[in-house]
Structures are given as structure tokens and as C-alpha cells.
């Protein structure tokens, strides 16, 4: 009898382990891609409410790797992505020539916003033109945090200060590069009570605001455009295609473009889709 029961126990075991052993083959067998993206549209909360209905409609997770537009190109260009969603059009444009990715889609757009302290010992609250700010700043010498992190944010900043005629370092004492995301950045202003540049979705979504506020804003100059592309499957050949073009189209899809349109903070739309029908 004792024989028997430890048969049995066995026998019973084997089928444990063989269910647990179908099941996990059957969780790895999930599709998934790899999408590496800004930190703007993880920390504004844009992923979180998207991903979900993407995710529902096709079984496809999504893993999210948010880091500055340059990291996230260098990502795709090391084959470690899928899909590239990011917002600096030179630099997405250098990816295609150089035949990371077939072609780059543009998916919606927001703008860039000049943050300051209340007090504003530039004197630049009010105004409309980016460059005359920077100047004022730049003459005022007041504190200016700079992200410093080859993100698209920190791109555009750059050709700001490039049009001005103003040659911006970490040498100079008032210009504070911090080497981070946006958030960590604008937390580093906060702290400082200086200027910074932020687009305006991670601002919204910002709370440790101190005695920041919006200071210039609606410069046609402050438009920011995003794009996706799907790594070339030529130039590494693990990209999953299939799963990363269905990404695209979804996003690009009226479907997609609603579900952008519709996140909003405080009743504040925060992106708008222009994906060309």
C-alpha cells in the first residue's frame, strides 16, 4: 500500500510540474516589443494611458526603456529596441540616412516651455520670442538648468541658445547642467529657483514646483514635433518586426491618435496627434 500511495504521489507530481512547465512556456511565448522613447512621454503619464488599449487590442506588451532622445536613438542603433518614439527631427532624420530605420513617422506634437521663478530677475514674464529671453537671461546671468543630456529637449535648447549668438558651457557659473530627464532637471530648477526649458507635458505632470511658472510660451519656434520608427530589421535582425510595425500602425491609427488626444491632466490636453491620415 505504502508502494502504491508513493507511486501515485509521483505520478501526480509529474503532472504539477508538467502544468507549471506548459504554463511557463506559455507566458514567454507572450509577444512583446522593446520601444525605447524620451523621458517626456514616460513621465507626463502619456505610456501609462496608452500602452493599456494597445496592449488589450493586440496581446502585444509593451516594455518601455525612457531615456533622452540621443540614448534612445543609440538604443536602437545597438538593435537593444524595437521601436524608436522620440522628438528631435535632425537627429531622427541622421538615424534613417544611416539606415537604422526605413523611415520616420511623425505621430503628434506639443510645445517646449520657458520655466522661471516668480521673482524672474531676467524680466522675461509675458514674453513671446525665446531668443529675447535668452538674451535677458543670459544678461541677467541669473541661474539657467540646462538637462545636459543629449535629449531632445536639451537639443532644442541648444539651437535656442545657437540663434541667440550665446555660447553656452558648465563653465559659466549661472549655467547649471544637471545630465538628466526632465523631471530630476526641473526638480535641480526648483531647488535653484532658476530658468529651464521643459516641454510642456512633463511640466503639467510636475509637482514639486516651488516658485516656478510658465514665463514665455507660443513662439512658433517652441513647436515640438515626435516621431516613431521601427528599427531596421536589415541592420539587426532580432527586431521584431511584425510586432513593432503593429505598434506603429495602432499609434498612427484613428484608434491611436484618439487615445493620444484624449489624455489629458487637469482638464489640459497634453499631446496632439497629426499623424497624416
Known amino acids: 500500500m505504502k508502494r502504491r500511495n508513493i507511486l501515485k504521489l509521483a505520478a501526480t507530481s509529474l503532472l504539477v510540474v508538467s502544468g507549471i512547465g506548459f504554463n511557463s512556456s506559455s507566458a514567454y511565448a507572450q509577444k512583446s516589443i522593446t520601444v525605447s522613447s524620451t523621458t517626456s512621454t514616460e513621465q507626463s503619464?502619456?505610456?501609462t494611458h496608452i500602452l493599456p488599449v494597445f496592449e488589450k487590442k493586440t496581446g502585444i506588451q509593451v516594455k518601455v526603456v525612457a531615456v533622452g532622445t540621443g540614448q534612445a536613438l543609440d538604443i536602437?542603433?545597438?538593435?537593444?529596441?524595437?521601436?524608436?518614439?522620440v522628438h528631435d527631427k535632425v537627429a531622427e532624420e541622421k538615424f534613417v540616412d544611416q539606415g537604422f530605420a526605413d523611415k520616420r513617422i511623425e505621430i503628434m506634437y506639443n510645445d517646449f516651455v520657458l520655466i522661471g521663478p516668480k521673482a524672474d530677475p531676467a524680466k522675461i514674464n509675458g514674453g513671446k520670442d525665446i531668443a529675447v529671453a535668452l538674451q535677458k537671461i543670459n544678461q541677467s546671468k541669473a541661474n539657467f538648468v540646462s538637462r545636459g543630456d543629449k535629449s531632445g529637449t536639451h537639443a532644442a535648447e541648444l539651437r535656442y541658445w545657437k540663434?541667440?549668438?550665446?555660447?553656452?558651457?558648465p563653465n559659466l557659473t549661472w549655467y547649471k547642467e544637471t545630465g538628466s530627464g526632465m523631471g530630476p532637471a526641473l526638480n535641480t530648477a526648483s531647488g535653484l529657483n532658476g530658468y529651464i526649458l521643459s516641454d510642456r507635458a512633463t511640466w503639467l505632470t510636475f509637482k514639486n514646483r516651488g516658485d516656478l511658472n510658465i514665463l514665455v510660451q507660443g513662439d512658433p519656434k517652441l513647436f515640438n514635433q515626435y516621431?516613431?520608427?521601427?528599427?531596421?530589421?536589415e541592420k539587426h535582425p532580432h527586431v521584431k518586426k511584425q510586432e513593432g510595425q503593429a505598434f506603429i500602425d495602432w499609434i498612427a491609427s484613428k484608434e491611436g491618435q484618439d487615445t493620444i488626444a484624449s489624455y489629458k491632466v487637469g482638464g489640459e490636453q497634453l499631446f496632439f496627434p497629426n499623424a497624416k491620415k
Not at 163 to 169: F, K, N
Open 76 to 85: 536602437g542603433r545597438r538593435g537593444d529596441a524595437d521601436v524608436v518614439f
Open 163 to 169: 540663434a541667440t549668438g550665446i555660447e553656452v558651457s
Open 45 to 47: 503619464g502619456l505610456f
Open 227 to 233: 516621431g516613431v520608427m521601427l528599427v531596421s530589421p
